[in-house]
């Protein structure tokens, strides 16, 4: 059984999932590496493609479910104030 770790989301504040603590740490490092420090920041598919070389083939063999776990980590940093969710369309994203 793999180790866990707590997210939050900031669309439902107060409530947190368990998930994978070395899939989640991976994803987390590698968007911070791809996320500018400012606004306009990037949207989610441009930060997603960037974070893709970042992260380690035996989590994520050729960008596996790197998706979805970009969203699961997209959240909780912004629920935990480290990125920032620009208010424009399409979405972009930034770190604090």
């Given at each position: 059984?793999?180790?866990?770790?707590a997210?939050?989301?900031?669309?439902?504040?107060?409530?947190?999932?368990?998930?994978?603590?070395?899939?989640?740490?991976?994803?987390?490092?590698?968007?911070?590496?791809?996320?500018?420090?400012?606004?306009?920041g990037?949207?989610a598919?441009?930060?997603?493609?960037?974070?893709?070389?970042?992260?380690?083939?035996?989590l994520?063999?050729?960008?596996?479910?790197?998706?979805?776990w970009?969203?699961?980590?997209?959240?909780?940093?912004?629920?935990?104030?480290?990125?920032?969710?620009?208010?424009?369309?399409?979405?972009?994203?930034?770190?604090?």
């Amino acid at each position: 059984m793999s180790e866990k770790i707590a997210v939050e989301n900031i669309n439902t504040p107060g409530r947190t999932t368990n998930v994978d603590k070395a899939k989640y740490l991976a994803m987390k490092n590698a968007m911070l590496v791809a996320l500018p420090k400012a606004a306009p920041g990037m949207t989610a598919k441009e930060a997603k493609e960037a974070a893709l070389p970042h992260l380690p083939q035996d989590l994520f063999p050729g960008g596996a479910t790197s998706g979805w776990w970009q969203k699961c980590v997209q959240l909780d940093l912004e629920a935990k104030g480290v990125v920032i969710r620009e208010d424009s369309k399409p979405l972009r994203f930034h770190r604090a």
